[in-house]
T-cell receptor
Framework: AQKITQTQPGMFVQEKEAVTLDCTYDTSDQSYGLFWYKQPSSGEMIFLIYQGSYDEQNATEGRYSLNFQKARKSANLVISASQLGDSAMYFCAMREGFIKAAGNKLTFGGGTRVLVKP | DGGITQSPKYLFRKEGQNVTLSCEQNLNHDAMYWYRQDPGQGLRLIYYSQIVNDFQKGDIAEGYSVSREKKESFPLTVTSAQKNPTAFYLC???????????FGDGTRLSIL
């Protein structure tokens, strides 16, 4: 089974509108972390936001927020007030297990391509 | 400025040839990682290292080798045993903590 599933291969969003990118995950560990990265066409990976499995509040970073629903094993990214520069691939990733034992290695989903229209 | 430097940006390999991709970081991170990305897909872990002189296989280690002789450096060798090496290779580093991984700009490897 896929550990990280991103079901939306591509999305169009109007500039200044909000967009939600879906991410579901599969793990039996109690301790895990969820990350979202942005990859522009140039290829670099840019960290956006992090949510720990024990964090009770949803993470927020500027225009990015994470809708964390632990029982549903989902960690959707919400981008508010979309900008043209938000056009990119977006990847959800998961770190499983306690860090000291498992390290900080990540499993990535297949990504969602977002295109912001002016 | 602190960061991760990957070189070269583009690399071409002849059939049967080994090639080495460089990854250097000056962030004082303990852990380093190599990922492979095929077109339109996510990243897959090749190898990772949490400490000098130690490394572990990731999900797709066959046909690749690494070394970690210095904390700052984690070179990846794509051997002739890797039959489909054309891909985008990304190196990353992190603290052993909840902190996110920082990525280099990547190396695009193609077969001549």
């Amino acid at each position: 089974a896929q550990k990280i599933t991103q079901t939306q291969p591509g999305m169009f969003v109007q500039e200044k509108e909000a967009v939600t990118l879906d991410c579901t995950y599969d793990t039996s560990d109690q301790s895990y972390g969820l990350f979202w990265y942005k990859q522009p066409s140039s290829g670099e990976m840019i960290f956006l936001i992090y949510q720990g499995s024990y964090d009770e509040q949803n993470a927020t970073e500027g225009r990015y927020s994470l809708n964390f629903q632990k029982a549903r094993k989902s960690a959707n990214l919400v981008i508010s007030a979309s900008q043209l520069g938000d056009s990119a691939m977006y990847f959800c990733a998961m770190r499983e297990g306690f860090i000291k034992a498992a390290g900080n290695k990540l499993t990535f989903g297949g990504g969602t391509r977002v295109l912001v229209k002016p | 400025d602190g960061g991760i430097t990957q070189s070269p940006k583009y690399l071409f390999r002849k059939e049967g040839q080994n090639v080495t991709l460089s990854c250097e970081q000056n962030l004082n991170h303990d852990a380093m990682y190599w990922y492979r990305q095929d077109p339109g897909q996510g990243l897959r872990l090749i190898y990772y290292s949490q400490i000098v002189n130690d490394f572990q296989k990731g999900d797709i280690a066959e046909g690749y080798s690494v070394s970690r002789e210095k904390k700052e450096s984690f070179p990846l060798t794509v051997t002739s045993a890797q039959k489909n090496p054309t891909a985008f290779y990304l190196c990353a580093s992190s603290l052993i903590s909840n902190q996110p991984q920082h990525f280099g700009d990547g190396t695009r490897l193609s077969i001549l």
